[in-house]
């Protein structure tokens, strides 16, 4: 009896018909045929490697990145969520988020972070969601929240706010945002002592007069450091060259008694 064979055209079919290979997923991840990368707490002190393009989320939580450098992440232009909590995270350079414009959530909560730039959001165009809650902001220039033009929902609670003088740009984009706000209440002042634990957002204009009243621009003070010293010294020398001038005019008027000409006797 003669071995069955399969016609090759059923072959081809076959072949045409089986589901392509995932592409590949780092060793430490969990990833599924939806895009879905899953990294939570593995230790991880970077971002892990070969990631696919077709990435939509990226959970990072739970691990120990400190920084995200210029090439920390590979273009994704279908990434949608990043996930970033509970890390050492203290840096983000300016470039790091570049290639991710399809990005619509970001969550950078439970991190130490303590300064943030403007330039490190430009690329987020299509950001919705930011949270940087429970981090070590003490305060937080608007430009940086006015380079996420697609922004709704920002969440800020837990951090060491102080809540001096230079609060006040926040504060006055705070109220004008209100509805981008989330977890209003847990905005609160760390310093100073007698403010500590008070709503940011219970602030009114009454509370900065005396800012605006007395507040000085850093160009009024460079001014200042720059004339202060200039006209000390300035005085200091003009005061020397009268004092010499004096000296000197006492001196020329005191000074013929000493050389004037004997008188001499004439003859009877």
Not at 38 to 45: G, I, K, W
Not at 90 to 96: D, M, V
Not at 220 to 239: D, E
């Amino acid at each position: 009896m003669g071995r069955w064979r399969v016609p090759s055209t059923v072959l081809v079919c076959l072949l045409l018909l089986r589901p392509p290979p995932l592409p590949a997923c780092p060793a430490a991840c969990r990833c599924s045929s939806s895009g879905e990368v899953d990294c939570r707490a593995h230790a991880l002190r970077e971002v892990p490697q070969g990631l696919a393009t077709n990435t939509s989320s990226l959970w990072l939580g739970y691990n120990f990145i400190t920084v995200l450098g210029p090439r920390s992440f590979p273009a994704l232009p279908g990434l949608l969520l990043l996930s970033l909590p509970h890390n050492r995270l203290g840096l983000i350079h300016p470039q790091a988020l570049a290639g991710l414009g399809a990005l619509q959530e970001l969550d950078l909560s439970n991190n130490y972070l303590t300064v943030l730039t403007p330039e490190t959001f430009l690329p987020l165009t299509s950001l919705a969601t930011l949270n940087l809650g429970s981090n070590r902001l003490e305060e937080l220039e608007p430009e940086v929240l006015q380079s996420l033009p697609q922004l709704r929902a920002l969440l800020l609670q837990d951090n060491p706010w102080v809540c001096s003088c230079d609060i006040m740009p926040l504060w006055h984009w705070l109220n004008h945002n209100r509805e981008k706000v989330q977890e209003k209440t847990l905005l609160l002042c760390r310093d100073p002592e007698q403010l500590n634990k008070y709503p940011i957002m219970a602030f009114g204009n009454e509370s900065f007069r005396q800012c605006q009243e007395t507040s000085l621009s850093a160009r009024h003070y460079l001014v200042f450091l720059t004339i202060g010293p200039f006209s000390f010294f300035v005085s200091i020398f003009f005061c020397t060259f009268m004092g010499f001038i004096i000296v000197v005019y006492h001196s020329l008027r005191r000074e013929p008694h000493f050389w004037r000409r004997p008188r001499t006797c004439r003859g009877h």
